[in-house]
Structure formats: structure tokens, C-alpha cells
Nanobody, 127 residues
Framework: QVQLVESGGGSVQAGGSLRLSCAASGRTFSAYATAWFRQAPGKERDFVAA????????DYSDSVKGRFTISRDNAKNTVYLQMNSLKPEDTAVYYCAARRTNGIGVIFVSVREYDYWGQGTQVTVSS
């Protein structure tokens, strides 16, 4: 089992920045591929960014590519999502997800591929 706790959400004006953190506990977090998803009211949970357990592989949705950066510090059991040039359409609850894997460069981009989820953190971007 691994427990995930997100933090860093808040309200910001368009063009601003936020950094989300996902702190893990319970198991060796370095063995887990991790991702961020987001869900706006009335919409499905969508993929945002993913990172392999080694940190060597990353992937982003087209809507955030070039603006968001996912990273991790396995010594601190934490994954980050740096969000720059925020837009009103980025408004959503952001969730951290993790899945154990042996593949050094493996990442997953689908909701159904992840076993562990945090409780979410709200991000609101005003125009």
C-alpha cells in the first residue's frame, strides 16, 4: 500500500503559476510510476502528466505541453507538478496517482492503469 497526499492547489489569475506536490508514504516510492490527472466539474478525469519511477521518462497531454513540468524527488518521496502560464481551462481538481512497476522507463497515461490515488487538490484559474 502507498498513501498519496496532494498539496499546493489554490486560486490564481490567468498567466500565473502554481506548484503541486504529491507526498507518498507507506512503501518505497521509487518503485512507483506516478502521474497527475485532473477533473473539472461534470467532466471525466483526464490525464495531465506522467513520470517513470526513475524520473527518466515523462509524458504530457497536448493541452499542458510546454506549460507544465512533472518531476520527482525519490529521496523525499514526492512528485511535483510545476504549472506555468495557467489558463482558466486549467481549473479542476488535480489528483496524484501511482502504480508499482519494475520498468525503469515505464509510464502510464490511463486512469484505469493506476492503483493508488490521492484525495485531490483544487486549482482555480480566473480570467
Amino acid at each position: 500500500q502507498v498513501q498519496l497526499v496532494e498539496s499546493g492547489g489554490g486560486s490564481v489569475q490567468a498567466g500565473g503559476s502554481l506548484r503541486l506536490s504529491c507526498a507518498a508514504s507507506g512503501r518505497t516510492f521509487s518503485a512507483y510510476a506516478t502521474a497527475w490527472f485532473r477533473q473539472a466539474p461534470g467532466k471525466e478525469r483526464d490525464f495531465v502528466a506522467a513520470i517513470s519511477w526513475s524520473g527518466g521518462s515523462t509524458d504530457y497531454s497536448d493541452s499542458v505541453k510546454g506549460r507544465f513540468t512533472i518531476s520527482r524527488d525519490n529521496a523525499k518521496n514526492t512528485v511535483y507538478l510545476q504549472m506555468n502560464s495557467l489558463k482558466p481551462e486549467d481549473t479542476a481538481v488535480y489528483y496524484c496517482a501511482a502504480r508499482r512497476t519494475n520498468g525503469i522507463g515505464v509510464i502510464f497515461v490511463s486512469v484505469r492503469e493506476y492503483d493508488y490515488w490521492g484525495q485531490g487538490t483544487q486549482v482555480t484559474v480566473s480570467s
